[in-house]
Antibody, heavy 119, light 110 residues
Framework: QVQLVQSGAEVKKPGASVKVSCKAS????????MHWVRQAPGQGLEWMGW????????NYAQKFQGRVTMTRDTSVSTVYMELSSLRSDDTAVYYC????????????WGQGTLVTVSS | QSALTQPASVSGSPGQSITISCTGT?????????VSWYQQHPGKAPKLMIF???DRPSGVSNRFSGSKSGNTASLTISGLQAEDEADYYC??????????FGTGTKVTVL
């Protein structure tokens, strides 16, 4: 069965960086785009970008350009999302989500990783 | 890219039908048939309910249906049940090859 298992909660200081992992299992890792979506406390969903696990190609939302880096390690079927220059408004739950269609059909989601930015 | 516009809340009694709207522009909802809908219960990850405007994944109740007219997509829940109480989000592909979510709608079963 398809599973996306994310790394645990993080607490970071403003200006620091955070790297969240998402380990995939139960399907061909290189066959599907992986997206990252975040949700601030009490707020809605926000699309951050995607990575192609096969080629390593990425596409980021303009809002995060220059601050976000998505990478993958095919040997362990894992994608990573690193966000730098953290601010308090980056406090959110970060989700990875598999795209089954290459057109934004998020059929499987990770359990979410809470990143708290606080001094 | 501005978020798609959804009503903040919609409510209905058990057994009734409700419709949630999702309004975008001619550069997203109105341009492509790549609109999806997600259900999210408190503290849980979102769940795919509808994709490509009106297709339903296997395992999702046929009480959920989707449609689109112009720049507005809609999700209809018929035969409302207590378990349908949740937040719902639409999502669309855009002409800049990015994605945008809706503002979210809280569904309350009275």
């Amino acid at each position: 069965q398809v599973q996306l298992v994310q790394s645990g909660a993080e607490v970071k200081k403003p200006g620091a960086s955070v790297k969240v992992s998402c380990k995939a299992s139960g399907y061909t890792f290189t066959g599907y785009l992986m997206h990252w979506v975040r949700q601030a406390p009490g707020q809605g969903l926000e699309w951050m970008g995607w990575i192609n696990p096969n080629s390593g190609g990425t596409n980021y939302a303009q809002k995060f350009q220059g601050r976000v880096t998505m990478t993958r390690d095919t040997s362990v079927s894992t994608v990573y999302m690193e966000l730098s220059s953290l601010r308090s408004d980056d406090t959110a739950v970060y989700y990875c989500a598999r795209d089954s269609s290459n057109w934004g059909t998020y059929d499987y989601w990770g359990q979410g990783t809470l990143v708290t930015v606080s001094s | 890219q501005s978020a798609l516009t959804q009503p903040a809340s919609v409510s209905g009694s058990p057994g009734q039908s409700i419709t949630i709207s999702c309004t975008g522009t001619s550069s997203d909802v109105g341009y492509y048939n790549y609109v999806s809908w997600y259900q999210q219960h408190p503290g849980k990850a979102p769940k795919l309910m509808i994709f490509d405007v009106s297709d339903r994944p296997s395992g999702v109740s046929n009480r959920f249906s989707g449609s689109k007219s112009g720049n507005t997509a809609s999700l209809t829940i018929s035969g409302l049940q207590a378990e349908d109480e949740a937040d719902y989000y639409c999502c669309s592909y855009t002409r800049t090859s990015t994605y945008v979510f809706g503002t979210g709608t809280k569904v309350t079963v009275l």
